[in-house]
């Protein structure tokens, strides 16, 4: 069983950054292949950005050059750093994990555990 817990979100200027984190309480032997997706209101839930456990990533277009992934193994805790964010960012950020080695997917329905989110808000 694998919990995750999302945190770092909150209000910033277009233009501005946030780092956000998602601690995953697993067994260090298993393997996790994780993801960050992004709902905003009335829209579908779209992958962000997936990274597998042999550190394969996979960028949405829209976040390209800006997001950055990044994993603390010895943490268990998953990064996403966000640069020079746009008001089309906002949006409730969720992490979310699968169980194996390779493999980095932004299709939501691989992904069986999710966190409850963390608000990203990003104003002109």
């Known amino acids: 069983q694998v919990q995750l817990v999302e945190s770092g979100g909150g209000s910033v200027q277009a233009g501005g950054s946030l780092r956000l984190s998602c601690v995953a309480s697993?067994?260090?032997?298993?393997?996790?292949?994780m993801a960050w997706f992004r709902q905003a209101p009335g829209k579908e839930r779209e992958g962000v950005v997936a990274?597998?456990?042999?550190?394969?990533?996979v960028y949405a277009d829209s976040v390209k050059g800006r997001f950055i992934i990044s994993q603390d193994n010895a943490k268990n805790t998953l990064y996403l750093q966000m640069n020079n964010l746009t008001l089309e960012d906002t949006a409730m950020y969720y992490c979310a994990a699968r169980w194996g080695r390779s493999g980095a997917y932004l299709n939501r329905y691989l992904y069986p555990t999710w966190g409850q989110g963390t608000q990203v808000t990003v104003s002109s």
């Open positions: 697993r067994n260090s032997n298993v393997n996790l292949c």
């Open positions: 990274i597998d456990s042999v550190g394969i990533t």
